[in-house]
């Protein structure tokens, strides 16, 4: 099987050899669920690559939706990440803990808001401490930049268009959630919601694209993906918790040369939290 990798990831000796380059922006990017009992803020101040600024994905997004982590408007975006000293024409480099976890929602929105050369550090810092790679506690006072978006809408899908996608089955719907809260047999982490998934919905939990925090070669993302049952010919959608790992799903996809595809920005945060959604359990 060939290892080719995918053109979005970096490895950390690639990014090692650029600390320090001005055109080169780190962003760390780490967030937990509950039960993974990290502090990614705590880490970040513990240590973190040189040159990295926090980007807080609690915050920099729509607060006022009701939801977790909803896009926020191309201006608030810009505004945000401007203050963290990144323009769209920047090299950026996005990494979280684990490595392939929460780093490609940023890698996918930074691009959906029109920045050009994102990238996702392949092992994230767990691998980049293991590797006695150096980190600092210094943070950054970044230099404001200005960030010109460019939105592109048809990256993300809204609730209505989900009820449609749903309804008429034109695009493939790949879950990112574990394999237990897909089929129900797990309770949803976020109270209030019925546990299962979407009508026709296929599982890919965001755990099957990487080994020890590293994106699979292209041709085990393939096969992962065929797997599923996704057809790689046809459009996809993409869905998660609250919308961060169905962009592993995306970062799979893109890395592949699959260019139809969009993320439910609601995922099951919206969807199973509502009564007048289709939800069905066991397996498809």
Same mark, same amino acid.
């Given at each position: 099987?060939?290892?080719?990798?995918?053109?979005?990831?970096?490895?950390?000796?690639?990014?090692?050899?650029?600390?320090?380059?001005?055109?080169?922006?780190?962003?760390?990017?780490?967030?937990?669920?509950?039960?993974?009992?990290? %502090?990614?803020? +705590?880490?970040?101040?513990? *240590?973190?690559?040189?040159?990295? #600024?926090?980007?807080?994905?609690?915050? $920099? !997004? &729509?607060?006022?939706?009701?939801?977790?982590?909803?896009?926020?408007?191309?201006?608030?975006?810009?505004?945000?990440?401007?203050?963290?000293?990144?323009?769209?024409?920047?090299?950026?480099?996005?990494?979280?803990?684990?490595?392939?976890?929460?780093?490609?929602?940023?890698?996918?929105?930074?691009?959906?808001?029109?920045?050009?050369?994102?990238?996702?550090?392949?092992?994230?810092?767990?691998?980049?401490?293991?590797?006695?790679?150096?980190?600092?506690?210094?943070?950054?006072?970044?230099?404001?930049?200005?960030?010109?978006?460019?939105? %592109?809408?048809? +990256?993300?899908?809204?609730? *209505?268009?989900?009820?449609?996608? #749903?309804?008429?089955?034109?695009?493939? $719907? !790949? &879950?990112?959630?574990?394999?237990?809260?897909?089929?129900?047999?797990?309770?949803?982490?976020?109270?209030?919601?019925?546990?299962?998934?979407?009508?026709?919905?296929?599982?890919?939990?965001?755990?099957?694209?990487?080994?020890?925090?590293?994106?699979?070669?292209?041709?085990?993302?393939?096969?992962?993906?065929?797997?599923?049952?996704?057809?790689?010919?046809?459009?996809?959608?993409?869905?998660?918790?609250?919308?961060?790992?169905?962009?592993?799903?995306?970062?799979?996809?893109?890395?592949?040369?699959?260019?139809?595809?969009?993320?439910? %920005?609601?995922?099951?945060?919206?969807?199973?939290?509502?009564?007048?959604?289709? #939800?069905?359990?066991?397996?498809?």
């Amino acid at each position: 099987m060939s290892e080719q990798k995918s053109a979005f990831v970096v490895s950390a000796g690639w990014l090692q050899a650029r600390l320090g380059d001005p055109t080169v922006k780190i962003v760390d990017a780490a967030w937990y669920l509950p039960a993974q009992n990290r %502090d990614p803020k +705590a880490e970040y101040a513990a *240590a973190h690559i040189p040159g990295a #600024v926090f980007y807080d994905q609690d915050l $920099i !997004a &729509d607060l006022d939706s009701g939801l977790p982590h909803t896009i926020p408007s191309p201006m608030a975006f810009s505004a945000a990440v401007g203050k963290l000293g990144l323009s769209e024409t920047d090299t950026i480099v996005v990494y979280d803990g684990p490595g392939i976890f929460t780093a490609p929602r940023v890698w996918w929105l930074l691009r959906t808001m029109g920045a050009t050369s994102v990238f996702v550090l392949d092992g994230g810092m767990d691998g980049w401490k293991a590797e006695g790679r150096p980190v600092t506690t210094d943070v950054l006072q970044p230099t404001p930049a200005v960030f010109h978006p460019t939105f %592109d809408a048809g +990256a993300v899908t809204s609730f *209505a268009q989900m009820i449609a996608t #749903v309804a008429n089955g034109e695009r493939q $719907i !790949a &879950d990112a959630r574990g394999a237990a809260r897909f089929t129900g047999d797990e309770a949803e982490p976020r109270a209030g919601m019925r546990s299962g998934h979407m009508p026709g919905a296929k599982s890919l939990p965001s755990g099957v694209f990487s080994t020890g925090g590293k994106l699979k070669s292209l041709d085990a993302l393939r096969d992962t993906i065929e797997g599923a049952g996704i057809d790689l010919d046809k459009p996809v959608v993409t869905t998660c918790g609250s919308g961060l790992t169905a962009a592993i799903i995306m970062l799979a996809l893109q890395s592949l040369g699959h260019t139809d595809n969009t993320l439910y %920005d609601g995922s099951w945060s919206e969807w199973g939290s509502r009564a007048d959604t289709a #939800v069905v359990t066991g397996k498809e």
